[in-house]
């Protein structure tokens, strides 16, 4: 059994704590976790000893602590989550996709590395997911769909056939998206129905969707804050 470490202390962490325990059993064991809040210090979590900050991974990962590490930051932290999954590729940690055995991947479809799908997902036949990718519960990429890297899907999104997903987007809670192509960096609110294609950096929601704002370059480089989100510091 190989040693795994998930980058991140918080809710999603445990997510994908749970999704590693379920859909890699056997093989990975999650061991710690490591989180840049110092206050979580020697604190544990789901039994699981909690280290700061996150920068120590690169000395777990020469010791030969851990074989491999998992980001286990949240969406609301979408430029976070991207230099996370580098810099285990660069350390040269194997980053394997934890599969709930309570998702579906078609024999035909990819998964990227890295990526983790929670029950009730489907990647339907030719479909092609990215790395680092994240697919919440019951949200469906179908036939032909391609997602690039660092997309996070909430729960309930639809894809129809063929859509193209750019890197780092983040598609909302329950969100149908019939067009042809969304951007990267794109943010897409809960329940929309996304018709028409989205430029890349653009925030849009709304049934049709519309364009809310799209973001600077610069904007797109830091963390964005979802509405009512409770947990505005990064890990
Ligand atoms: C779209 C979203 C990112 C916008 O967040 P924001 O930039 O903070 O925008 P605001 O909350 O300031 O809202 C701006 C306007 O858009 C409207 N709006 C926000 N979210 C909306 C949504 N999902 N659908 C329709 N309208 C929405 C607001 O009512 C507001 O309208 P107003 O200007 O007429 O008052 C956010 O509301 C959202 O839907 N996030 C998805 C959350 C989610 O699915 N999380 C899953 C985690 S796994």
């Given at each position: 059994m190989?040693?795994?470490?998930?980058?991140?202390?918080?809710?999603?962490?445990?997510?994908?704590?749970?999704?590693?325990?379920?859909?890699?059993?056997?093989?990975?064991?999650?061991t710690?976790?490591?989180d840049?809040n110092?206050?979580?210090?020697?604190?544990?979590?789901l039994?699981?000893?909690?280290?700061?900050?996150?920068?120590?991974?690169?000395?777990?990962a020469?010791?030969?602590?851990?074989?491999?590490?998992?980001?286990?930051?949240?969406?609301?932290?979408?430029?976070?989550r991207?230099?996370?999954?580098?810099?285990l590729?660069?350390?040269?940690?194997?980053?394997?996709?934890?599969?709930?055995?309570?998702?579906?991947?078609?024999?035909?479809?990819?998964?990227?590395?890295?990526?983790?799908?929670?029950?009730?997902?489907?990647?339907?036949?030719?479909?092609?997911?990215?790395?680092?990718?994240?697919?919440?519960?019951?949200s469906?990429v179908?036939?032909?769909?391609?997602?690039?890297?660092?997309?996070?899907?909430?729960?309930?999104?639809?894809?129809?056939?063929?859509?193209?997903?750019?890197?780092?987007?983040?598609?909302?809670?329950?969100?149908?998206?019939?067009?042809?192509?969304?951007?990267?960096?794109?943010?897409?609110?809960?329940?929309?129905?996304v018709?028409?294609?989205?430029?890349?950096g653009?925030?849009?929601?709304?049934?049709?969707?519309?364009?809310?704002?799209?973001?600077?370059?610069?904007?797109?480089?830091?963390?964005?804050?979802?509405?009512?989100?409770?947990?505005?510091?990064?890990?």
């Amino acid at each position: 059994m190989k040693a795994l470490a998930i980058l991140g202390a918080r809710e999603h962490g445990k997510v994908v704590c749970a999704t590693v325990a379920d859909g890699l059993a056997g093989r990975w064991e999650t061991t710690c976790f490591l989180d840049d809040n110092g206050a979580l210090e020697g604190s544990t979590l789901l039994g699981l000893p909690v280290y700061t900050p996150i920068e120590r991974i690169e000395a777990f990962a020469g010791e030969g602590r851990i074989q491999g590490a998992l980001v286990g930051v949240s969406c609301n932290h979408m430029p976070v989550r991207k230099a996370l999954f580098s810099r285990l590729r660069s350390l040269g940690l194997e980053t394997p996709s934890a599969v709930s055995p309570a998702a579906h991947v078609n024999s035909r479809a990819e998964v990227g590395a890295g990526s983790v799908l929670c029950p009730g997902a489907v990647v339907h036949a030719f479909a092609r997911v990215g790395a680092n990718c994240v697919l919440y519960s019951n949200s469906v990429v179908e036939h032909e769909c391609i997602l690039g890297d660092n997309v996070y899907l909430g729960p309930g999104v639809s894809f129809c056939a063929a859509v193209e997903v750019g890197r780092g987007s983040f598609i909302g809670t329950g969100a149908s998206v019939v067009c042809r192509k969304v951007g990267e960096d794109v943010v897409v609110g809960a329940g929309a129905v996304v018709v028409d294609d989205i430029p890349d950096g653009a925030i849009v929601a709304g049934v049709p969707a519309r364009i809310l704002r799209i973001r600077t370059p610069e904007e797109r480089r830091k963390s964005f804050i979802l509405r009512n989100h409770t947990q505005p510091s990064p890990p």
